[in-house]
């Protein structure tokens, strides 16, 4: 069964960093490329950032970019999303979730059940 | 940047009924549009991808149409488990992506 389990979230002061992991299990993890998701309270979903599956290639939204790094550690089937200089508007339950590409259509097919980051003074 | 709108934002509906949302594309995305459910307090769960094609395990009263920029999830037969927030995601920018804004689907 595939599983995707994050972890990291807390409570931090605005300027702050904090470092969310996610463990997954279940599929050859060095196959697929990954994404974290967040959805800041009541809100809807906003990608944040992507890795290839090698973690040779990376992306960013424009909201993360310059702040937050994304990597993996394929021996020990992790992602990472280290997350700096954080503000309050990136206060969210973060999602880590698989990239398929099946058929020709990429599909977000398995999350985990987030994890929540507060920006608070 | 892409922009996706879904409409309506909610919509009230009964068991039994047939629902049906809309994602409209700023551009042309082929096909390349899938839907999500979501719950409160979950993650999002994948319904239809490449805009028709039904997700191993979904029930099959949840159907998709469209391509280009106009895109339609429909649901037969409501169920009580139907009851749920709906977003439609664009993947033709990959690795970039972007989420309609969401539609909430509520019990009349």
């Known amino acids: 069964e595939v599983q995707l389990v994050e972890s990291g979230g807390g409570l931090v002061q605005p300027g702050g960093s904090l470092r969310l992991s996610c463990a997954a299990s279940?599929?050859?993890?060095?196959?697929?490329?990954m994404n974290w998701v967040r959805q800041s309270p009541g809100k809807g979903l906003e990608w944040v950032s992507y890795i290839s599956s090698s973690g040779s290639t990376t992306d960013y939204a424009d909201s993360a970019k310059g702040r937050f790094i994304i990597s993996r550690d394929n021996a020990k089937n992790s992602l990472f999303l280290q997350m700096n200089s954080l503000r309050v508007e990136d206060t969210a339950v973060y999602y880590c979730?698989?990239?398929?590409?099946?058929?020709?259509?990429?599909?977000?097919?398995?999350w985990g059940p987030g994890t929540l980051v507060t920006v608070s003074s | 940047d892409f922009q996706m709108t879904q409409s309506p934002s909610s919509l009230s509906a009964s068991p039994g009924d047939t629902v049906t949302f809309t994602c409209r594309a700023s551009q042309s995305i082929r096909t390349n549009l899938n839907w999500y459910q979501q719950k409160p307090g979950k993650a999002p769960n994948l319904l239809i991808y490449?805009?028709?094609s039904l997700q191993s395990g979904v029930p099959s009263r949840f159907s998709g149409s469209g391509s280009g920029t106009d895109f339609t999830l429909t649901i037969s037969n409501l169920q009580p488990e139907d009851f749920a927030t709906y977003y439609c995601?664009?993947?033709?920018?990959?690795?970039?992506?972007?989420f309609g804004q969401g539609t909430r689907l509520e019990i009349k």
């Open positions: 279940g599929f050859t993890f060095s196959s697929y490329e």
């Open positions: 979730a698989r990239t398929h590409l099946y058929y020709g259509y990429y599909l977000m097919d398995s």
């Open positions: 995601q664009e993947t033709y920018s990959h690795p970039w992506i972007t």
């Open positions: 490449g805009a028709s």
